[in-house]
C-alpha cells in the first residue's frame, strides 16, 4: 500500500511538473503580399514548415494568422521561409528567383512590399 501512495505521488509530481512548464502557443498577426488561393497554399505550408503549429492566410486583408511555439520558432523564421517562398512579409521581401517562378496569377503588385532586409 506504501508502494502504491509512493508511486502515485510521483506521478502527481510529475504531471504537475511538466503542466507548469508546458510553452503557450504564441498567436499572431503577420501582413503578407499575395493574390489568390494559390497563393494561400503556399503561404501557409512556409509558414507550417517554418515551424507553426496554424496558419490562416486571408486573400482580401493579406494577413496571415499564425500560432507557434515560442521555444520551436519565431516570427522572424516564419517570414524568412515565407520570403524563401517568394512572398514578401511585414519585415522581409520575397525572393526574387523564387518570386519569378510563382504561377502568373500569384505575382502581385511588389512595390507596397517591404523592403529587404
Known amino acids: 500500500m506504501k508502494a502504491v501512495k509512493i508511486t502515485l505521488a510521483l506521478l502527481i509530481s510529475l504531471f504537475a511538473t511538466n503542466f507548469c512548464f508546458a510553452q503557450t502557443s ?3 498577426t503577420i501582413k503578407v503580399w499575395g493574390n489568390c488561393s494559390n497563393c494561400k497554399k503556399h503561404i501557409e505550408k512556409a ?3 517554418a515551424g507553426a503549429t496554424s496558419a ?3 486573400v ?3 494577413q496571415l494568422k499564425v500560432s507557434y511555439d515560442p521555444s520551436k520558432t519565431s516570427s522572424v523564421t516564419i517570414q524568412q521561409y515565407i520570403a ?3 512572398y514578401d512579409t511585414e519585415g522581409f521581401a520575397g525572393d526574387d528567383a523564387a518570386y519569378k517562378k510563382l504561377d502568373a496569377c500569384c505575382q502581385y503588385d511588389r512595390k507596397k512590399a517591404a523592403p529587404k532586409q
Open 84 to 86: 524563401k517562398a517568394g
Open 60 to 62: 482580401d486583408t493579406k
Open 26 to 28: 504564441t498567436k499572431e
Open 56 to 58: 490562416d492566410w486571408n
Open 47 to 49: 509558414a507550417k514548415a
